[in-house]
């Protein structure tokens, strides 16, 4: 390719061709006050993957046991809102099988609700701490 039809890069070029020196910024993003070792990429990347374990065992031990109003269906359900238990009373065995189905759903739908709130808090709490080690991304926050 000749040099005459080159395109020219996109950042700036000396009269050599490198790319020219930049100035340092005098706000933020601002370079970091000390330089940042792989000891601390490292020792920061074990934090995380620790955070990530402890959320993920603490959905992991979520369990939500819930009973209809009369007492006659109880659920359990896990983090995932899979049905883990289901106990009918002899009672229950009075009702159709719509009327108990429906009765079976309501109390799970209701369990998974739970559930999957307190999987909602485990990822709130994740991301707060995350966020609380990660410091403010703009100096707004």
């Known amino acids: 390719m000749n040099e005459k039809n080159a395109t020219p890069p996109p950042w ?3 009269e050599n061709g490198f790319p020219a020196a930049v100035p340092l910024p005098d706000s933020p993003p601002l370079p970091p006050e000390r330089a940042i070792t792989f000891d601390d990429l490292q020792q920061a990347a074990t934090a995380a993957l620790d955070r990530i374990q402890t ?11 819930e009973s209809s ?3 006659y269906v109880t659920v359990d359900v896990n983090g995932k809102g ?3 238990g289901l106990w009918l009373d002899d009672a229950a065995m009075e009702q159709t099988g ?3 189905g429906a009765q079976i759903v309501a109390t799970a739908s209701a369990a998974v609700a739970k559930a999957f709130g307190q999987v909602g808090d485990v990822i709130t709490a994740f991301n707060e701490k995350s966020a609380e080690i990660a410091g403010p991304s703009s100096p707004e926050q």
């Open 12 to 14: 700036p070029v000396n």
């Open 82 to 84: 899979e049905l883990t």
């Open 55 to 65: 959320a993920a065992e603490e959905m992991g031990a979520i369990s939500i046991r």
């Open 69 to 71: 109003e009369d007492g």
């Open 98 to 100: 719509a009327e108990l």
